[in-house]
């Protein structure tokens, strides 16, 4: 069981909009702002899409964008694309000692 | 670009001892502003931090995996390793490892390919 807590699966079609919920507790999510999330295609290294809860690298399209409110993060993508299907996982900061927790990451299909 | 990338045995037998290095290429894994971290990853399930270390040689490592992890690094060789002891079937994952900025806890934003260990007799 991770210990972020998000979608299994979310679907979209192409031009439309999805937003995927990552829920955590104070003492990670909702306690600090080191919330990232990373794109993984099948058999590819995960790839960090957005830092700081709403942080872009340089590279990755404006049509990802991150929020936070309380103990969940969500990621948005507008203007869905076929090369946006993929598992997306989030990551936050804990101030346990395990450091860093993820979630259990979300199938995004694109219709 | 930074580049980093696994290598060592595909295949571990049971209670053996996994050991992988990364290779950091790029950059220099001297930097001050990076702690370098290992990562796994179960086929079709999520992603697990094992534990990471700094150029000085400080490490930390995930509770859950602590009393049989080990991480070194090698400044020379621009190299860092991880070692798990008494391997089981549930060690069997992909394993990668990562670069994780200091100012931004938490943030993996360079990975390795990614490396298959499968543990099995």
């Known amino acids: 069981q991770s210990a972020l807590t998000q979608p299994a699966s979310v679907s979209g079609s192409p031009g439309q909009s999805i937003t995927i919920s990552c829920t955590g507790t104070?003492?990670?999510?909702?306690?600090?702002?080191?919330v990232s999330w990373y794109q993984q295609h099948p058999g590819k290294a995960p790839k960090l899409m957005i830092y700081?809860?709403?942080n872009r690298p340089s590279g990755v399209s404006n049509r990802f964008s991150g929020s936070k409110s309380g103990n969940t993060a969500s990621l948005t993508i507008s203007g869905l694309q076929a090369e946006d299907e993929a598992d997306y996982y989030c990551?936050?900061?804990?101030?346990?000692?395990?450091?860093?927790?993820f979630g259990g990451g979300t199938k995004l299909t694109v219709l | 670009q930074v580049q980093l990338q696994e290598s060592g045995p595909g295949l571990v037998k049971p209670s053996q001892t996994l050991s992988l290095t990364c290779t950091v290429s790029?950059?220099?894994?001297?930097?001050?502003?990076?702690?370098w971290s290992w990562i796994r990853q179960p086929a079709g399930k999520g992603l697990e931090w094992i534990g990471r270390?700094?150029?000085?040689?400080?490490?930390n490592y995930n509770p859950s995996l602590k009393s049989r992890v080990t991480i070194s690094v090698d400044t020379s060789k621009n190299q860092f390793s991880l070692k798990l002891s008494s391997v089981t079937a549930a060690d069997t994952a992909v394993y990668y490892c990562?670069?994780?900025?200091?100012?931004?806890?938490?943030?993996?934003?360079?990975w390795g390919q990614g490396t298959l260990v499968t543990v099995s007799s």
């Open positions: 270390i700094y150029t000085s040689g400080s490490t």
């Open positions: 990562a670069r994780e900025s200091i100012a931004v806890a938490g943030t993996f934003d360079y």
């Open positions: 990551s936050s900061y804990t101030s346990s000692s395990t450091h860093v927790v």
């Open positions: 700081e809860v709403s």
């Open positions: 104070s003492s990670d999510v909702g306690g600090y702002n080191y």
């Open positions: 790029g950059g220099s894994i001297s930097s001050g502003s990076y702690y």
